[in-house]
């Protein structure tokens, strides 16, 4: 099977943000392991892939479909020779940048910080992985692994991706759209869209949200009726489209299915009124959050001891989220709203539940009882 060989020069794509000496791991599985280790990545067991917190350790996570993406993505890179390391590293950083509660958290964020230039996660994952992540030192990943995460875009549905041939520089990308220069890149953007789709439709089918005989029938006969099945022929389809064209490509047929997949989920399950519920819910908990914090930010500014003399314990730990990255809101003169945002975008779902609760309810009061005392 052809070999693919990317646009730019090796060199190019092993950049770090700070020169370092590579050891016996490689640039990319080095990448990799500074992903996995770091903190935001932990955090995406409790963050919402479609179903906000769930009780059910069965019902996908962000963690879990980001393992998918990888596999599917390392699948299709073997296939063609490319290097699995590095589509593994994209894969593994691709989603570092969601919002609690899934795309309705990002939703919200994009309105709460319209005039910073609102919030899309493939944009922000790049600010936490050079910045915010490692306590502020950011993880110093190469350029291909960082390129790849702020151009992965798994909401549009093109039916082929070949990879940019320009170097640019990533910090400046304000807005969607531009392709990565990888083709390691590009196959996790195919693998995004490939991983989640059966996935979702399997857990609203065990929620009872939809009945598998309202699948359309071509969809179930032709893609699969797992997500397993899905999965498989989605990948069988890329890879054959591939060879020998030098584009990620789907078949016209895969890709028409996709898309009538995309839009039953949409119709039956992202949109559903047991959803927007929960969505107008989650709205709520952001966006008084947001407030609340800026209310107290703009009360206790850089003054690290009202913020641990505070009764809330929400509000002591944003202060010590302030000191921690002092050194960068300094240097960029961050304004209040991205401060915020920087914190509500790192969160869970769960400990977004957990901060709302310690804005309206008070910490109880902690009774010493003298010696010799008892209940009556």
């Known amino acids: 099977m052809e070999t693919l060989k990317n646009p730019l020069k090796p060199e190019v794509y092993t950049e770090r943000v700070r020169p370092r000496e590579e050891d016996i791991r490689g640039p990319y599985f080095r990448d990799q392991t500074a992903i996995i280790h770091s903190m935001p990545f932990r955090r995406l067991k409790h963050k919402t892939q479609v179903f906000f917190s769930p009780d059910n350790d069965h019902v996908c996570t962000r963690m879990e479909h980001t393992l998918h993406v990888a ?17 593994q590293a994209i894969a593994f950083g691709h989603d570092l940048g969601h919002a609690p509660f899934g795309h309705r958290g990002e939703e919200v964020l994009q309105d709460l910080l319209k005039d910073q230039g ?9 600010r936490v992985v050079d910045k915010l992540a490692n306590d502020g030192a950011g993880l110093n990943l190469t350029y291909g692994v960082r390129d790849g995460i702020i151009c992965h875009c798994g909401e549009k549905y093109e039916k082929e991706i070949s990879p940019r041939s320009d170097k640019v520089d990533l910090e400046g990308i304000k807005k969607l759209g531009i392709y990565p220069a990888s083709y390691e890149g590009a ?16 857990d609203a089918i065990r929620a009872g949200l939809v009945d598998e005989d309202q699948v359309p029938p071509g969809i179930k006969q032709k893609l699969g009726r797992k997500n397993g099945e899905i999965i498989d022929t989605l990948v069988k389809d890329i890879i054959t489209q591939t060879q020998g064209t030098g584009r990620i490509s789907l078949s016209e047929e895969n890709h028409q299915l996709m898309k009538a997949l995309y839009d039953f989920n949409m119709k039956n399950i992202y949109t559903s009124p047991p959803l927007e519920e929960y969505g107008l819910f989650s709205e709520k908990i952001l966006r008084t959050l947001f407030e609340e914090l800026t209310s107290v930010y703009q009360r206790y500014g850089e003054d690290q001891e009202r913020y641990d003399h505070d009764p809330v314990p929400l509000f002591r730990r944003f202060g010590r989220h302030l000191d921690k990255y002092s050194q960068i809101y300094q240097k960029e003169k961050t304004p209040a709203p991205a401060i915020v945002g920087d914190y509500i975008a790192g969160m869970t779902d769960d400990y977004a539940l957990k901060c709302i609760h310690e804005v309206f309810i008070p910490e109880p009061l902690k009774f010493d009882i003298p010696r010799g005392m008892h209940e009556a």
């Open 118 to 126: 609102g919030f899309h996660h493939e944009l922000y994952a790049l």
């Open 71 to 87: 596999t599917i993505a390392s699948a299709i890179c073997r296939a063609f020779g490319l290097d699995v390391d590095l589509a």
């Open 187 to 202: 196959i996790v953007r195919m693998a995004d869209k490939v991983s989640y789709l059966g996935r979702d439709l399997e």
